[in-house]
């Protein structure tokens, strides 16, 4: 019996565009697109720390938290994601990237300089819209930075840029905003990402010297029937959604549950938290990306199998920590849980990647993330915010909090039959 050994190469003649870099140069390029990618995550989710005081700052509900921390950033987010996927298709990404960059830095500046609520849900929307413009056009570039049987461990390092933004963003972000206040802690955030953009316009490259000529010749709409088409990208796109839902629902509320049920002091909350998701997801991202690359060289299926059986843990070890009444047993289950999250990550997109096709892989990653976000940042906290808002009515907030963050979480039971799925289809819709 024949073994898959991963996606396949150029066609004959043609070299990969990773052998016009040695692989220092690719390393390098690697560390700028993590730092960028560090930066956008740490805007995300350093908001999730500043709740509770924005809560009793503004006198809002659960339901505006959700809001704010969710649909407000996913408006433009996920309404400019595809469109600048395109642009990214046929024109420089590297200018992209840095534009965008400059863009969420600022507006996350603008955060600390709001006086009203409305005011920050309006910069929080744009800081979405300077967000759409890097993660699809970065994947992107990484694929063109690294030869196919690199791509995972490369897509691994890259999202360590997750576990890395999530702890600056709680344990720092809990620090800045316990001793100075939230607005400090913006501000303090937002400068840095203004003064990475000149590096990462001197530092990356764009290895393209023209857009490929199906990017040139076909529609928007022939790309999406065309991605439409793949079954297994159309349920993996399907499980991210469901997946992101909990990855920006229920874990947004982690920090405040933890000060509401446990009882910690918001610093204290966003220090153990944060060490959880940056120990945890750095084991895991590593584990991941091994385990992609190695298991799916012999079966391309193990880049679902591999989320499925991520997901289903993370649905286990989340749902123990919240019911849980042990802060010390919460606290090494979110560390697991971080485990299973970080491993999740690389085979996620490197599935992605393999049945998309090179001409159509910007607007795929964008399309992915555009329905990812739009159900985990839109959706996500606000239903969160609302079931908690709902059930506190009658059982009281602690209870409220906790009842919506294990129900929220229960939708990664049908994201890993969905990775499932995408498994037994994912050799058929292999394009190069």
């Excluded at 150029?10 to 730092?35: C, D, I, K, N, T």
């Excluded at 030869?147 to 809990?174: D, E, H, K």
């Excluded at 591999?306 to 802060?327: E, H, K, N, R």
Aim: with cysteine; aromatic share 10%.
């Amino acid at each position: 019996m024949s073994l898959d050994t991963g996606p396949p190469g150029p066609e004959p003649g043609q070299a990969h565009p990773s052998a016009a870099y040695s692989p220092r140069r690719r390393a390098f390029m690697l560390f700028v697109l993590f730092l960028v990618s560090t930066s956008s995550y740490l805007d995300r989710n350093m908001l999730s720390v500043a709740l509770e005081p924005i809560k009793a700052e503004f006198h809002t509900s659960d339901s505006m938290l959700g809001l704010l921390s969710g649909a407000s950033f996913a408006l433009l987010y996920v309404t400019l994601g595809i469109p600048v996927a395109r642009w990214a298709d046929r024109g420089d990404r590297k200018l992209i990237i840095t534009g965008a960059l400059a863009i969420w830095s600022a507006m996350t500046v603008v955060c600390g300089l709001t006086a009203s609520f409305l005011q920050l849900v309006l910069a929080r929307i744009g800081v979405g819209a300077g967000e759409a413009g890097a993660m699809a056009p970065a994947q992107s570039l990484l694929a063109d930075y690294f030869p196919p049987r690199q791509r995972g461990r490369a897509i691994s390092f890259f999202m360590l840029s997750v576990t890395a933004g999530n702890f600056l963003g709680l344990s720092g972000g809990g620090w800045l905003s316990q001793a100075f206040g939230w607005r400090v802690m913006f501000l303090a955030v937002g400068a840095p990402g203004l003064l990475l953009a000149p590096l990462v316009f001197t530092a990356l490259k764009e290895p393209r010297v023209s857009a490929p000529p199906v990017a040139r010749t076909e529609t928007l709409g022939a790309t999406l029937r065309a991605l439409w088409a793949k079954p297994a990208y159309v349920m993996a796109v399907a499980a991210m959604a469901l997946f992101f839902g909990v990855a920006y629902g229920p874990l947004a509320f982690v920090v405040p549950f933890m000060i509401r049920v446990h009882g910690l002091k918001v610093g204290e909350a966003g220090a153990a938290y944060g060490l959880c998701t940056a120990v945890g997801g750095l084991a895991g991202s590593l584990i991941g990306g091994l385990l992609t690359d190695r298991l799916s060289a012999l079966d391309l299926r193990w880049l679902a199998w591999i989320p499925a059986m991520g997901v289903a843990a993370i649905c286990a070890l989340y749902q123990c920590a919240f019911l849980t009444p042990s802060p010390a047993a919460m606290i090494g289950l979110l560390f697991f849980g971080s485990v299973a999250t970080g491993a999740a990550y690389p085979p996620m997109y490197a599935l992605l990647h393999a049945v998309c096709g090179s001409a159509r892989r910007v607007v795929a990653i964008a399309a992915a993330l555009f329905v990812a976000n739009l159900v985990g940042f839109g959706l996500g906290p606000l239903s969160v915010g609302l079931v908690s808002d709902l059930v506190a009515r009658t059982l009281g907030g602690a209870a409220g909090l906790t009842a919506a963050l294990v129900l929220v979480s229960a939708a990664l039971i049908p994201a890993g039959l969905l990775f499932v799925g995408a498994a037994a289809r994912v050799r058929a819709d292999l394009e190069a």
